[in-house]
């Protein structure tokens, strides 16, 4: 629009003055590669802003920044150093890599970046700190092009000074060492004057082709670790190399900068596949202290096998061969007792007996069929569906036997990031990383909490989280940062599925890298925890609700029992009386007599002394005949008495007896009668 070239900067807060006219737009939101503001998003009107908001810009005609490379011990490495305004100033190592590096590197006429070291590797700088939050794509010709925070917008000291390691040519000769040809051993890169080697950490089949492909072979068998073929005597060069498989030089990949390690000359094991005319299946063999061997298939499973798979660069395991399928081996068996978790990197990292000499027949030889890819098939979203694997490029389903949330676990870490715990004591806490594009970076820390967390630990299958910890707390880590202001419902399957600002984009240094310590006790999740008080709760309430309901039904019985007495039929009769004690009451015999009684009318109240009897018929016994006899007048007057013994209305606590006497029809043998039936257990004479 206006011919320059780019711009350098935006600066708001109305950096150049307040305007004086009315708003236009609000909100604009470019891409960048737009001819025009009109062709951007935007809100037109702009009702929400003030003159103190005013926008403006800061742009160049021609290349704004030159570089120089300071305090490296040759021309190739050194602090960055930019030239603006007339002066030199630093770059802020905040989102720093070997993109960014590269670039710098091909505007001093070098071929690449070998390293882009931070921490003010090469002494820190005096003057201003010019850039910071610089993120390149690698393919830009000058600094000026990458994103950045704005020239002079920073956060950072001296102390986060950024560096980079340029090369020309060819900077890297690799050889195979220790083995019993020229087609394996120990890497070894030539630089500087010295084979050195490579560190095992993140080492697997991608990286291992790409240095196959560098020694003119089409492709790699195996990928051992760590001194296999023995140890190295020179130094370390490289360390988490992260290639995806198509590079040509190991230069390519991606690295945590040359000479920079935290490893040693260690032994490991390393692994291949035989027996089989598909690279995806086959017997196991594993390489120990110079020679291949198998491994016993007892304890021998599908986790087992997911981690051999995954050593060899494929997605997953499909099954957990036994007896030999792929034939028997011609070496030592080796290994037995094999128990992976299936989350390991290595079989080395996995619970076995220990290595051995011929422990077990080759008749048990164990192996694996791999697959290499997976999808989701008939879902509503790509977050669900059909598991769908490929082998031998057939795609095919799985059974659903012993399935369960671990396995779609697996699944969903596949088709997301696949993450990593890193500076734990054990393997369930550390740093995160995650990996995109076959690189391992971090998390920043902005908005990380315990519901973040816990989406992480459930993708390593774990029940849950504990905390949370930011700030580098598991150390820091190096390379990218790849995501922050990660922002978890807690109910995630996969970080993808959570709100981030997107991948690669940050404002973070590592000592804000995200950590999380993981529930490894099998106990009870958060989404557990709230389900059992909520059902606790509604338990609750359904007991109160029972008890309030028999307590009514109680009340209501016993206050129609005092109004309305039992409706016995009542003959008068006078006498004197004999008072009950508080709290004796009355007991129902079980088979009364078939003869008419006459007992006292009875009182639900206290000191209540009613100067009447009850005439009482009892119901006949059945072998008498029961009421077949009886008057209808009758019959309901017993019916209506053994419905109230059967079921009492009351529970009688204060009852008083005005009187006791037998009716004048009642046969002499009335009283021994009422002392076999026990009516109240009283003394009756």
């Known amino acids: 629009m206006l011919e320059y070239d780019g711009a350098l900067s935006a600066p708001g807060n109305a950096t150049y003055g307040q305007g004086s006219g009315n708003y236009s737009w609000d909100s604009v939101d470019c891409v960048g590669t737009e001819d025009h503001l009109l062709d951007c998003p935007k809100v037109m009107g702009a009702k929400g802003c003030t003159q103190a908001e005013n926008a403006g810009a800061i742009c160049y005609s021609e290349a ?25 100033g630093t770059i802020c190592d905040d989102a720093w890599g070997l993109k960014d590096a590269s670039v710098v590197c091909r505007m001093l006429g070098f071929d690449g970046a070998l390293a882009a070291p931070g921490n003010a590797s090469f002494g820190r700088g005096s003057g201003n700190v010019l850039l910071d939050g ?35 040519g060819v900077p890297f000769k690799v050889r195979l060492i220790g083995g019993p040809d020229d087609s394996e051993g120990r890497v070894e890169i030539f630089y500087d004057g010295s084979w050195q080697t490579v560190c095992d950490n993140n080492w697997d089949f991608k990286e291992a082709k790409v240095v196959c492909r560098m020694l003119g072979f089409d492709g790699a068998l195996a990928a051992p670790r ?21 590079e040509d030089k190991i230069e390519d990949c991606y690295h945590r900068g040359v000479g920079v390690h935290n490893c040693e000359h260690a032994n490991d094991a390393g692994v291949r596949l035989i027996g089989s ?66 989350r390991e990197d290595h079989l080395a990292e996995c619970l076995h007996a220990g290595f051995g000499s011929n422990v077990c ?25 059909r598991v769908e694997v490929q082998h031998m490029g057939v795609w095919g389903t799985i059974c659903h036997d012993q399935w369960d949330i671990l396995d779609a676990t697996v699944v969903c870490r596949m088709l997301g990031f696949q993450v990593r715990l890193v500076g734990g004591s054990s393997d369930a806490e550390g740093r995160v990383e995650i990996q995109h594009m076959g690189v391992w970076g971090t998390i920043c820390h902005d908005q990380w909490d315990i519901l973040d967390a816990t989406v992480v630990c459930r993708m390593l299958g774990f029940q849950g989280a504990l905390k949370a910890p930011g700030s580098a707390y ?23 599925d959570c709100k981030h600002r997107g991948i690669g984009e940050h404002n973070c240094a590592h000592i804000e890298d995200a950590s999380v310590v993981c529930d490894d006790k099998g106990g009870m999740s958060v989404k557990m925890i709230v389900g059992a008080v909520v059902g606790s709760s509604i338990m609750l309430l359904i007991i109160i609700g029972v008890a309030s309901l028999v307590y009514y039904r109680r009340k209501k019985t016993k206050d129609r029992a005092e109004e309305n007495p039992v409706p016995f039929a009542v003959s008068k009769t006078t006498g004197p009386t004999k008072d009950l004690a508080q709290g004796e009451g009355i007991q129902v015999p079980p088979n009364p007599p078939n003869r008419p009684l006459t007992l006292p009318r009875v009182s639900m109240k206290r000191d209540v002394k009613p100067a009447e009897t009850m005439f009482i018929y009892q119901s006949p016994k059945p072998e008498d005949g029961g009421l077949d006899d009886i008057d209808e007048e009758r019959k309901h007057l017993y019916m209506s008495m053994e419905s109230e013994y059967l079921a009492p209305s009351a529970v009688i606590d204060d009852v008083c007896i005005p009187s006791l006497e037998l009716g004048s029809d009642a046969p002499a043998d009335v009283p021994a009668a009422v002392e076999e039936s026990v009516y109240m257990g009283d003394d009756l004479s």
């Open 474 to 496: 598991f150390g820091k880590g190096a390379g990218d940062i790849f995501l922050d202001e990660v922002q978890c419902a807690g109910t995630e399957s996969r970080l993808t």
């Open 226 to 246: 760590a001194a296999a073929y023995g140890q190295g005597s020179g130094g370390i060069l490289l360390d988490s190399l992260g290639c995806d498989g198509t």
């Open 134 to 168: 610089v993120t390149c794509d690698g393919s830009e010709d000058n600094l000026a092009e990458c994103s950045h925070n704005g020239v002079g917008v920073h956060d950072c000291d001296h102390g986060e000074d950024a560096g980079v390691r340029c090369f020309s």
């Open 277 to 342: 005319v598909d690279d995806a299946e086959g017997r196991v063999e594993v390489l120990y202290d110079g020679s291949w061997g198998t491994i016993c298939d007892s304890d021998w499973d599908i986790r087992d096998a997911t981690v051999v798979c995954r050593m060899l660069d494929f997605d997953g395991a499909m099954e957990a061969t036994h007896s030999a399928r792929f034939g028997k081996g011609s070496g030592d068996s080796i290994l037995e007792g094999v128990r992976c978790r299936g």
């Open 64 to 88: 704004p920044f030159r570089v120089r490379l300071v305090g490296g011990t040759s021309v190739t490495e050194g602090r960055v150093e930019v030239m603006y305004d007339g002066s030199w």
């Open 361 to 385: 027949d080759h008749e048990k030889d164990a192996g694996v069929i791999c697959y290499s890819n997976v999808r989701l098939v008939g879902g509503s979203s790509d977050a669900e569906g």
